[in-house]
């Protein structure tokens, strides 16, 4: 577990390789506005993992940002049992037997958190969060922000995916747009935002000129 600032915002990484895609799951833990701790898209859970998220404190909510950040996401159900777990309604859908509290504004774990849902992508339902207290964005899948492999077939695939080197959104995921008019709306409200680091799901962390990096990766969908 890595400390990014003291007592207030916390990751953690584990490898992961889908269809020979070198791409890793990070998660963020941050502290809201009433001392709440909030952990978005949480790695496979383990006694030390367990132990090290206690250690930090109570946890009040569990955030599954996108329908397809659900992996280990039940493993935490009966371990942390006294939390809540966030989802949008995708996800909700998906896993009707799942404990799963939709993602609303008027939440108190959310107090100190802002986060707007990507629309034109009805498939995804991808949620990107503000921590005010570190100005750092936490996204899921919108941003990869990868090295280039040392391995030539994996350089080949990541080609080919659009993936890595400077940060930007895979192809896959730009694919997944059905309303550019739509998504561009939602991405004009996040540049609203005071943030400088970024925190993806898939890579290596964003500590400064976020929002700059930010521009230049969605350039094309900006008005």
């Not at 009433?34 to 404190?57: M, N």
């Not at 009040?60 to 935490?76: I, K, M, W």
């Not at 809540?84 to 008027?106: E, K, N, Y």
């Not at 080197?165 to 998504?183: A, C, E, N, V």
Request: a neutral charge.
């Amino acid at each position: 577990m890595l400390e990014l600032q003291p007592n207030l915002l916390w990751t953690d990484y584990e490898s992961m390789s889908v269809l020979g895609l070198p791409l890793g799951r990070r998660v963020a833990i941050a502290r809201g506005a009433a001392g709440q701790l909030l952990v978005f898209s949480p790695l496979k859970l383990s006694a030390s993992t367990e132990a090290e998220l206690k250690k930090l404190g109570s946890i009040a909510a569990f955030v599954l940002p996108n329908r397809v950040h659900d992996l280990s996401y039940d493993q935490y159900f009966t371990a942390f049992s006294n939390s809540r777990f966030l989802a949008g309604p995708a996800s909700i859908a998906d896993h009707p037997t799942w404990p799963l509290t939709r993602i609303q504004a008027d939440l108190p774990e959310l107090q100190g958190f802002s986060y707007e849902l990507l629309q034109g992508m009805p498939r995804v339902q991808e949620h990107l969060f503000l921590h005010h207290a570190s100005r750092t964005l936490i996204i899921a899948d919108a941003l990869f922000n990868l090295p280039v492999s040392r391995i030539w077939w994996q350089r080949i695939l990541m080609n080919i995916a659009d993936m890595g080197g400077k940060p930007r959104p895979s192809r896959l995921f730009q694919s997944m747009i059905r309303s550019r008019t739509d998504f561009s709306t939602s991405l004009g409200k996040i540049f609203e935002w005071d943030f400088d680091r970024i925190i993806p799901g898939h890579g290596e962390i964003v500590e400064h000129d976020g929002k700059q990096i930010m521009r230049e990766a969605f350039h094309a969908y900006l008005s």
